[in-house]
């Protein structure tokens, strides 16, 4: 049988792999979108995308378990389709998980589309190039390092989500049970070394992870003089 802890992380990991790949997704054309638009709901717009920054996660987790049940539309719909219930599955955590995510990957690729400019863009049409072609020969190149740290920060915050997986996906072993809630129970149980354990390596894990993004994220002359350094 295998480890639960090993098993937890092995959960976490896809969950947190596959939120990442759902909000690069469908954050991409979100945050194109944001930087783009002038009409005066735009500020309303960001503010939604940005309201999992502040708001709790058991409130979100709440109003999830509620819309997942049977006995509301979003969850019929999926028991309709798949023959499954939605509320306490991976499908269920993962769906938490893109949105309480999303402005960790949206904020980021905005930011960086609104420093872009339109010249290039423009320069790239005059030469024939549709759309896709643009993006992906002068867009996607100039905001790579961006594209790098919002799926890094999507992944990491995901990894460590805890209020909305408790709340619509439980503790279920194999299914929904992921490192911080493996914690949780430790701790609860006074097993403090295990609970030493995984809290060393997510520590560890979430500082390299951040160490990465400000590296990308220092410009290449101080990179050439930590190198020679």
Known sequence: MMNPDLQAL???LQMAGLTTVILLIIGTPLAWYLAKMTSQFKV??????????V?????????????????HLPGQLWQQATGQQLAFSFSAIVIGSVLYSLPFVVQ?????????????LEAGSLLGAGPIDRFFTIVFPLTKASFITAATLGFAHT?????????????????TRVLSIALFDHVEAFDYARAHILSIGLLIGSMLLLAAIYWLNLPKKAKRKSRVN
């Open 108 to 120: 980021p690729l905005q930011k960086a589309f609104e420093q872009l400019g339109d010249s290039l």
């Open 159 to 175: 990894v460590g989500e805890f209020g909305v997986i408790l709340m619509i996906g439980g503790n279920i072993p194999g299914e």
């Open 55 to 71: 708001l709790p996660p058991t409130v979100l987790g709440f109003y999830l378990l509620i819309a997942f049940s049977p006995e």
């Open 44 to 53: 309303l717009l960001e503010a939604i995308v940005a309201l999992p920054l």
């Open 10 to 12: 092995i959960t976490t």
